[in-house]
């Protein structure tokens, strides 16, 4: 049995939340998100709080029932609090900046690189070589995160590139005369 899954997801004052069916809609003051659960998983709402458990007993059913109960609880923090992913740009001339809708990416091409932001995703440039990448939901907060960094990913030799804040690059040594 999941150990994440057993746990309720309590819901928060301020956030309306409610079971129909398969699918869980949450209300709260960074926006509405939903989440349609797989059929193999029960979901039910309970004293102001949601319970996931597995419909039948197969291995398919109990490992996908934590990760129900995780989405919800993201489903839960995106509408309260959001998310937020942090990008730092390295190299001579590398840097950002935006211009209206799109965001204006200068790294070592012949061209800038323009990219387009997406419906319900903020992004901000405090200094040149700093992204931040916000919206209440979890997975396009980081895959509009990922697609930013797959333009100039970070190499090991010198470093250059867009890589996340808390990211760890491994360097390695040049060759040797």
């Given at each position: 049995?999941?150990?994440?899954?057993?746990?309720?997801?309590a819901?928060?004052?301020?956030?309306?939340?409610?079971?129909?069916?398969?699918?869980?809609?949450?209300?709260?003051?960074?926006?509405?998100?939903?989440?349609?659960?797989?059929?193999?998983?029960?979901?039910?709402?309970?004293?102001?709080a949601?319970?996931?458990?597995?419909?039948?007993?197969?291995?398919?059913?109990?490992?996908?029932y934590?990760?129900?109960?995780?989405?919800?609880?993201?489903?839960?923090?995106?509408?309260?609090k959001?998310?937020?992913?942090?990008?730092?740009?390295?190299?001579?001339?590398?840097?950002?900046?935006?211009?209206?809708?799109?965001?204006?990416?200068?790294?070592?091409?012949?061209?800038?690189v323009?990219?387009?932001?997406?419906?319900?995703?903020?992004?901000?440039?405090?200094?040149?070589?700093?992204?931040?990448?916000?919206?209440?939901?979890?997975?396009r907060?980081g895959?509009?995160?990922?697609?930013?960094?797959?333009?100039?990913?970070?190499?090991?030799?010198?470093?250059?590139?867009?890589?996340?804040?808390?990211?760890f690059?491994?360097?390695?040594?040049?060759?040797?005369?």
């Amino acid at each position: 049995m999941s150990r994440v899954g057993k746990k309720p997801v309590a819901v928060t004052a301020g956030v309306t939340a409610s079971v129909e069916g398969q699918t869980v809609k949450m209300k709260g003051p960074k926006g509405a998100l939903q989440f349609v659960v797989h059929d193999d998983v029960l979901v039910k709402m309970e004293e102001g709080a949601i319970k996931v458990a597995p419909r039948v007993e197969t291995n398919r059913a109990r490992a996908l029932y934590g990760t129900a109960r995780a989405q919800i609880a993201n489903l839960l923090e995106g509408v309260t609090k959001g998310f937020e992913k942090k990008l730092e740009i390295t190299g001579v001339g590398y840097r950002a900046a935006l211009q209206g809708k799109n965001l204006q990416l200068a790294l070592g091409y012949s061209h800038d690189v323009v990219y387009a932001i997406p419906e319900g995703i903020t992004i901000t440039v405090p200094k040149p070589t700093e992204i931040n990448v916000a919206g209440n939901d979890s997975q396009r907060v980081g895959q509009v995160a990922a697609e930013i960094r797959s333009y100039r990913p970070p190499e090991p030799y010198k470093g250059k590139g867009v890589r996340y804040s808390d990211e760890f690059i491994f360097r390695k040594e040049g060759k040797k005369k």
